[in-house]
């Protein structure tokens, strides 16, 4: 099986202060300001020909409110449509400029819980690749990635795997040789490492948004650009490098917690023999390839995440902890 | 139409001195030799899980033995034989082993008369992406793209978007508005600005193959490897900016006048509403977004390619004059 | 002898537009105006507590105004006044503020016919170091050197070492071992590789004024935020390593061809043995360690340079040629 | 007063074991080994035309050996040794080539009770700087700076500064602005920010000893260099910056805990009017612009020092309590 699904294209994430997360997003980090009413502000990277790869939505409590992947043609829609009915899933449709600049949409919550957008059209917005001189802040190119924190790894990989058509290019295991099981999954459409990683956590959580930059330099000038700006507390991670994906990282968070990796170094994942690189989960270099364990915020909090037709929060729970062999 | 085409996966040059290359290739630009036997070596990049991304084979004459495409199966290649024959162009099977490392492989003469490979089977080779204290000279991650040199840019660009099935990321006219005619194009099959630069030109001839490494930094420090290496006149054009494609590269040519591009600074292709971006001719930023010009032989040297039944060079033709509109 | 001399600490340029050259130096390459009037504009870099380093003042004709010297004491400048009158060499002060922000300073016609100031005093300014968030276009950090074409290397050499107490880090050669003379030669107080170069040309005239940048990465930042700041064609000479000095630079010039070295890749030059590096003028990668030769402008053209009693500017003189050994 | 010494210029560490020492100092992190014999290695860096800026010698237990400042002339010797004989301070004669390659030297006991050498001659060695393709490691260019903890930060601050004729650059405050004592400083010979650090904690003791790279990406570099070499858990501080000293680093200690700072990112400090830099210990960028709070080993551990007489460790003390007055 599989569908036409392109990338991930954009997050939403509900926030308690518009004007502080103003500040944060396009005076430290860089974003461009689309366009903004009095509930939203529609924000775009410096790559990006669309109108947003990220809508900050004001709310009264933070949560994610959803991650959006395009679709190659609008009746992908219709065949996801009648997909996701036969699975009995959670589902809506968003009408046109529903969410400003995006045609007709489909929002589901997944298996796992997350709520999920699919969408075919999208405005145009103008490009800023070559107007070197506007870049600012962490000089952010794109959205490569969103990473789920899922209670049941197993299934929700098989998932997105045997029924959407995603490929898998790193996994994570842990247990002897004799009786291992899935702990984390990279997943891709697009020829990256992940538009998708799923890890065996309590959840529904959103762990992260990756935001792609240049290059690590780009990273450690973001920092600087970050701290002068009053957020040096803000940055929750020490730039380093993972042994999954190979990433160069700096992970950030903003007033209301919402975590976003600014993220580089990257590989091409798809030559049709590939086979995906098993990490054990007690490999030292798996997660944090060289420097310092990651502060305790970052391996315990994460972002609720909102429930596609009531808007309320989705119920946290353990991860199964049946053994799964993969 | 099209075919399930993942990317240009690699290219083989005939070269006068096998030892001089390795020297070149091996030394300086630090390729990872996979394997080699009296008359070709085989290499691959960084990133690489194939057995070669470059092959240096040695001949008479310096030439472009071939470029190669990887293809989704195995039964692509025959749909590509039937499609082929149907036009009537110069083809043969390259059978499993013939090159090294490769299984079965069809081989045609474009309808620019470039030698060009399809194939799907490549032995593996170990990955040594992470193994970062054996990263040499330039640091090439991977193969990107082949520039070629055509006599009928308008019919080559229609053949390879409308028959084989790329797309156009970006694209160069000539002319005044009313009598516009294309100049140059940036065909894409996987999602990057492209696997083929198509350039109006006398030809058909390689003007280079590019390759891509991680950042800009990287790129000037191959430079001063290079020149340490006491390849500083291999160096033809020093390190800048395109405008097309908003590549960062240096250029530089081995011993026989073979030319590389180190290339990086890429962008996201595959949205489904994008739109090529138009450059004319003569904007001065298009080629050259700053720095000074490119040298003479920049501009006028290239790379004879090879007959793929006779071995034989094919004869260079003026590009035809005809103004054609796009 | 010797003086108590601490480094370049400054340069005046005469500008035709000082509208166009605040667009040029403020919003292009990101100097900082400390202060203005409707004929000055005084500028300083990141690093800078100090009032200026590069002063802009309107002129109708283009030329260097004059370089200035920071020495280490009040007194070192009636010490030096007193030399000066002794060798008899046009001279004159400059009383407080008349150039603002400065304390009393000397200005002399040097024997090369260059105007050189020597100054104490400087109004301090706020010192933009860690304001990373205010860092725009070039992010220079601070004024570095002055490359002074002269006519008679070999004297001019000989009064800056023996009578100002100049060292020599480097120096390059012209002629047959046994008949070698000076070309040029690479001369400091502060321990880098020079605070003024000599080179051995028609002048008085100067070459360039070089300011210093973190690393090679912000120079390759700088040229794409002056590319598109409109500034592309000011670029004059793309970026490379020269083998003199092991600079990593890039030039560019201002609306009235003043030309700026951007440059980074210094090393320590105060061990008490150090041994000038010795080059020959013919050795290619002296001057281009790697990458493409200069623009015939970078070869030929050179501001003229002011004199400090008439304020006319000193006529141009062939270099003299007699063979010098040193 | 003052001495005419000119800068840090190598130190000399007991290690336990000297092929587990040189495969990290010269395999992993790029030392140039001068020359070996069997208790001892002498490694120099890459910009170093002397014979060695770190000895490595085999001791029974890890220790700082000493650190040496070299002087401007063999009379500058003589003068220090009146001067520290009139002070009472333990000190030796070191006769020329008892440490390979150095000419007569004088090794004292600092009054914080550090093993401080002063030497004026050192045997040259070949100069790598432009031998890019034998860079590799960390591509340390030079020795920078020595980090001492002291007992009595205000009394040895003020030595250094009155007696030897060191200058301020930055310092650190504890305490309210009326009761405000000295807890850190940064002292330099060479116009740097520093070439001896000193923190008031317990004492004698080595933090650390800075090295000076190019640039911020080449200490990235150097992380995954050493990760791939198997010394993953030897970077023991994730790279980060300073708000002292404006220092880009990353902290990385040898197998006998001897720390190493791998730092680029300073500025000059020679202006006659330089006004130290004002911190307090509370501040929370002051040690941490950005980033994570550094590990408690970087905290607590330092190397202990030896007594230049007996060989001994030196006695560790606790800081005095006593509020100063700056």
Chains 1, 2, 3, 4 share one sequence.
């Not at 449709?93 to 045609?103: I, L, T």
């Not at 990635?145 to 996994?171: P, R």
């Not at 984390?184 to 956590?201: G, I, M, Q, T």
């Not at 992970?251 to 994942?269: A, K, N, P, S």
């Amino acid at each position: 099986m599989g569908f036409d699904i392109i990338r991930l294209a954009h997050a939403e994430f509900n926030v308690t202060d518009l004007e502080r997360a103003r500040d944060f997003y396009v005076n430290a980090l860089g974003f461009i300001e689309t366009e903004a009413d009095s509930n939203h502000i529609y924000l775009r990277a410096i790559e990006d020909g669309n109108h947003h790869c990220l809508v900050l939505t004001k709310a009264d409590t933070p949560s994610l409110n959803h991650i959006a992947y395009r679709v190659g043609s609008e009746e992908e829609l219709y065949k996801l449509e009648a997909f996701f009915q036969a699975q009995n899933l959670p589902m809506r449709w968003v009408e046109k400029d529903e969410e400003r600049g995006q045609g007709r949409a489909l929002r589901i919550q997944d298996p796992a819980g997350f709520p999920v957008e699919f969408f075919f059209e999208m405005e145009k917005a103008e490009r800023m690749l070559q107007k070197f001189n506007q870049h600012t802040g962490a000089k952010i190119k794109r959205i490569d990635h969103a990473n789920c924190l899922v209670t049941d790894i197993y299934c929700i990989h098989k998932w997105y795997m045997e029924e959407l058509g995603f490929k898998c290019s790193e996994y994570t295991v842990v247990g002897s040789a004799e009786n291992e099981r899935l702990w984390a999954s990279w997943l891709h459409r697009k020829p990256s490492v992940h538009d998708l990683a799923l890890v065996n956590e309590r959840g529904p959580r959103l762990h992260h948004i990756g935001f792609w930059v240049d290059d690590a330099k780009t990273i450690l000038d973001a920092c600087d650009y970050l701290a002068a700006s009053g957020y040096a507390l803000h940055i929750e991670r020490s730039p380093g490098r993972h042994g999954t994906s190979n990433a160069f990282f700096v992970y950030v968070r903003d007033w209301d917690g919402h975590r976003l990796e600014l993220y580089t170094g990257d590989y091409f994942t798809n030559d049709p023999d590939w086979e995906p690189i098993k990490w054990h989960l007690e490999d030292p270099q798996r997660a944090t390839f060289w420097g310092t364990e990651p502060p305790q915020t970052w391996k315990k909090e994460a972002m609720l995440v909102q429930n596609i037709l009531t808007g309320e929060l989705v119920e946290v729970k353990e991860p199964v902890s049946k053994k799964v062999t993969k």
